[in-house]
């Protein structure tokens, strides 16, 4: 099992950055990817940014040149660089990471809320 715990949530205005990171612990070796998505009141789900064990990182065409997700695979973190905040990027934002060992069962974190106001 594994255990991932964010931190660096909050409120700020429009225009200005917040920091997430994300922490995990237990079986981190089974840990593939690592992702953040989030989720507005009354809406889905969404996938924001995800990186690959590697590196390789891809994402949501709404955060794209304002956001950026970074991994320590020495540390288990995962963070989200968010510039350029808009009132739209207000959401819960949960960290996510793929379970090689189980595929489907993946494994989140609690969520922190992030608020932007205009």
């Known amino acids: 099992q594994v255990q991932l715990v964010e931190s660096g949530g909050g409120l700020v205005q429009s225009g200005g950055s917040l920091r997430l990171s994300c922490a995990a612990s237990g079986s981190v070796s089974s840990i593939g990817a690592m992702a953040w998505y989030r989720q507005a009141p009354g809406k889905q789900r969404d996938l924001v940014a995800i990186i690959a064990r590697g590196g390789r990182d891809e994402y949501a065409d709404s955060v794209k040149g304002r956001f950026t997700i970074s991994r320590d695979n020495a540390k288990n973190t995962v963070d989200l660089q968010m510039n350029s905040l808009k009132p739209e990027d207000t959401a819960v934002y949960y960290c996510?990471?793929?379970?090689?060992?189980?595929?489907?069962?993946?494994?989140w974190g609690q969520g922190t809320q992030v608020t932007v106001s205009s």
């Open positions: 996510n990471a793929v379970n090689e060992w189980y595929p489907g069962r993946d494994y």
